[in-house]
């Protein structure tokens, strides 16, 4: 068990160097706060990778898709009817997300699952999950230019934000993200403080 | 302004109740011409105003106003309309100005009034022209008489009769109670077409304002006074019994009054179920999800899709099955080989899916039986619930709303003797609604039917056409027919081509299922269309023909040709382009034929999308072409959604699509492309028109796959982005 | 007791505070005008407005309705006059009717919102509702016909 451990943290302080020299040659914007003694790259990007788990479930790349139209189910196929994310990411028209989404899930599978906050990226900061690699997420979420201009502090503050933490409130006949709330906390907050980092691919 | 709501319904149940249903007063019906000599005169709402029924279909009181009664059920495809613009054109009253009130169920007085088989104005046009005309020759007569002129120097126009030559005028209730009492003449003269003002016309529907409003009357939408509110759990296999049940929960959800165990007839079983009486829907809706039931389903296959398939493929491999029709002799010439082509086609189990559920209202009161709800056959459903109830026929009154949708589901008889059922346990009148997951997994559906196509093709053309299929056949219900051939066979198919090609069989390989199955839209056509149409294309290919040529080749009768020549001139067929599928189907039901194009091609995103359709229509005599456009449209739609977009399927004999979200419909989305709707101008007898546009769609679209891809698709549903 | 104000008229209603503003519409206010068609906000048969938002009445709860405007079809308009309604009529775009109710109520909030629809807008905001019928063609025409009947002024 050590001795895997040992290996893993060998193997991850390779490919967390092998991460910083990409990293530090790449367009990465974000300058990690905290002394450089809490900085770990290899910490911070294997935190991400948990991170990533989450982000790529259906609880969460559903509302962050490549395209203009909001994914749905567990196989995050395209919502049926074709809502369109709009200029403010709340559906346009009379196809409003909050028109089907109420503030709280109807009981019943397959009833809209709700949230006050109920709502896609806006068009103009459109925060795309859908395909993409764990270091381009990373660097996306990491880059205030992509990440809806939240700087460290805000970045931190996006675990408790109430359409995240919703995700794990999903509603009848919907799969909770793969790790605990606490456990995906942890591990943003990690990968966070301890600088971070993108992964290699 | 016409109207069909509370107060309409109201009056014209009071109309019944003081005048009797046997309407002792002159029925002009061909159906059943005997004639009384004095109408029945009945006090109606407007005080001093007596209401006279002329015949039917026709009643006038005596300050002028005019009724017209729809003995058929509306349920979009333009019944309310269609009825109407008959009766008014040779009654001379304008339609706007005229009551339109659905009939009771009553085929003695009205004929057979199950609205299917498109046959509302193909079976009663000639009736209900001549009703009219008698109508308005009466009420000529009376003024005559009146005036002391000739009858011939009067002319009947907007509810008048005028005396040309005198200039003198007397409204049609001036008239009425003295036309009443004349003997009907046993000849009238009736218009020419070419004298038409109203048939023929593409006059505005008279439902439509009533459809824009809320104020059109569904079955959802009635309510009796003291109308309790029920929703029933049935079991989800679509048979069997219950075991058991615990209500305990349900009991405890407000609103909820009363749990019982009810049984409701399928064709010939009974299914049971336990429904949940309540103050609401929603009540009943919740407490029906708090029920427990367990069922005993013992007795029968559970079945899933796999299945059925398989086993009717395997059959169409071996056996011949139950011969329907044969001309010449196919297998001989099969035998003898060449080029012979042997595929097999395949099509889906399809839910009606109608936007308004199920749902009937009924209130059982021993010796009377009053049901008011979406029906497509109030005749049948009074023969049927007085037989079941035992309650005299003359005292079941079914009562016709709008139908939110039928398409074949709502003749069925099994919702309103369930509701009857209810009534009758809990002595109160009841609407039993029917949830959208009730609605989509109870059935009955359109089978799903595999079809084993051989053809030999030799000089250019068909040297012999055999046809097996496989799938339930709606007659198999009845024990007896279960070892004839089904009927619907060669349905869809064009008559012509059997003696043209002249070896030419049509079979049909028996398979059944527990699963209960029901006519939907265009019935046996709507699948055979597909099977049929892309195998004559198959054989085109073959033969080195245009497919549109090689139905030329066949199809020799002069009225189908000059249809085929509209289809070339409407869709551009000669002037086709690279880069574009052009397909083609014709197919014949309902006397009417149905020829379409469908021109597709690659998007920008590598998906082949659907660029026009044209359709031509030939359904001879007809009344209003803007509703003979607006079905082949919505057939268009339906058909792209069974071909493209949904099935049902079965898993251990239950149904795994429960509502929308699985068994998905086309959307607005779906249909960015024209359809252009052509109706041939001819003096054939009328044919029918709300069904006959869907079955050529989903063969010429695969047909115009091919033409762009050259790939065959014989599996129906399959999905346009995989294409 | 819930307060709604529903086409202008102020009601209070005695109703589980759980129970879709659908039901209590039908079976409470009799307005039967708004349908059930699905119960999960799938067709888009139940469609009312909100304080003006095209809200599904088979998934909101009366009491999410508590206090605000309601309108369904039969407050649309006065006299069956809407640009939309009107259009309807020229055009006789519905069969069956069941659907027509919701989707002209989402194409108000869509004619509100963007007085010339393309196509596209079009589609953006009318797939959420479901015609069995399939009379889709004659809605795209009849919401283009309003729109241009408004923007001539004479809508009404």
Known sequence: MKQATLHARKAGVIIALLGVVVVLSSSFRYVPHGSASTRDSAVSAQAFMKVYSVLMSPRCVNCHPAGDVPLQGELSQPHAMSPQRGDDGKGVYAMKCANCHQAVNLPGPHMPPGNPNWHLPPANMKMVFQGKTPRELALQLTNPATNGNKDKKKLLEHADDGLVVGGWNPGEGRALPPLSYAEFKKAWRTWIETGAYAPAK | MSQQNEATTTSRRNFLKTAGIAGSGLCLALYFPSLAKAAKIVNADEGGVDDVEMNAWVHINTSGKVTIFCHRAEMGQGAYQAVPQIVAEELEVDLDKVNIVFAQGNRKKYGGQVTGGSSTVRGSYKNLLKLGATAREMLIAAAAARWGVPAAECFAASAQVHHRPGGKTLHYGELVVSASKMEAPKEVKQKARADYKLIGKPLKRQDTVLKTNGTAIFGIDKKIPGMKYAAVERNPRLRGTVKSYDDSATMRVPGVTKVIKVKMAVFNTYREGVAVIANSTWAAMQGKKALKVEWDDSGFEHISTEDIYKRQQEDLATKEGLLLKKVGDPDAVIKKGGKVLDVVYQTPYQSHSCMEPLNCIAHYQGDKLEVWGPIQGPDWVQDFLSKEMGVAKENVFINMTFLGGGFGRKAFLDYPHEACVISKEIGAPVQVVWSREDDMTQGPYRPGVSYRCEAVVANGGIEAFKVRMSGQNTDHWDAEKSTKANGSTSEGFLKPYFEAIGNVSFSDVPFETPIPIMWWRSVYASTNGFAYESFIDEIALAAGKDPLELRRQYLKEDRIRKQIDKLVEVSGWKNRKKNEGYGVAMTECFNSTVGQVVKVSRGANGKVKIDHVWAVMDCGWYVNPDTIRAQVEGSIVMALGAATIHEITFKDGLVEQKNFYAYKMPRISDIPFEIEVHIMDNDAAAGGVGEPGLPPFAPALTNAIFDLTGSRIRKLPFDMNTI | ?156
Do not use: F
């Open chain 3, 1 to 156: 007791m819930i307060s709604l104000n529903v086409n202008g008229e102020s009601h209070s209603i005695d109703a589980d505070p759980e129970m879709p503003l659908l039901w209590a519409l039908r079976d409470i206010l009799n307005l039967t005008g708004t349908k059930y068609g699905c119960g999960v906000a799938q067709c888009g048969a139940c469609v009312v407005h909100l304080d003006g938002e095209a809200v599904r009445s088979c998934v909101t709860k009366v009491s999410r309705a508590g206090g605000r405007k309601v309108i369904t079809i039969e407050g649309l308009s006065a006299n069956n006059d809407h640009p939309l309604q009107k259009a309807w009529q020229e055009i006789d775009v519905p069969q069956c009717g069941y659907c027509h109710s919701g989707q002209i109520m989402s194409a108000a909030v869509l004619l509100r919102e963007n007085p010339n629809p393309t196509d596209a807008d079009i589609d953006a905001a009318m797939s959420g509702n479901i015609c069995r019928c399939g009379t889709y063609p004659r809605i795209r025409k009849a919401i283009h016909l309003a729109a241009a009947w408004q923007a001539k002024g004479n809508g009404r």
